[in-house]
């Protein structure tokens, strides 16, 4: 938590957050699958308070469920398989360019370096 957010708290202003959740894809057939397609997704919330901004994060995670039939007339169901939480954004008024995500990697292995 920064300065300014903590600063922004106290006036009543929302703070950015970027919500990280997976889903999972199910496909009903006659043939069974071994194998699920999974959707990792980033998405933005603001809240006054880190604790508002999960609890709507995670409603909007579970509303962003959705099912469809496929070209084959198939139904395939869209579900959330993890919330993994949320990080206040670095930048707070967005416009091109603006950061919505970052990680710190470490212990990472020389050779996968080179994939990155």
């Known amino acids: 938590m920064t300065l300014q957010s903590t600063v922004r708290r106290r006036r009543g202003h929302h703070t950015w957050y970027t919500a990280h959740v997976f889903y999972r894809s199910d496909i009903h057939s006659r043939r069974s699958r071994k194998f699920h397609t999974f959707e990792e997704v980033y998405f933005l919330v603001s809240g006054v308070t880190s604790s508002e901004a999960l609890q709507k994060a995670k409603k909007l995670a579970k509303q962003k469920e959705h099912s469809y ?48």
């Open 69 to 116: 039939k496929n070209m084959y007339g198939e139904a395939v169901s869209w579900r959330l398989a993890k919330f993994v939480g949320i990080q206040e954004t670095t930048d707070q008024k967005f416009k091109d360019g603006a950061e919505v995500y970052f990680r710190f990697l470490k212990g990472l292995k020389s050779r996968a370096n080179k994939k990155i």
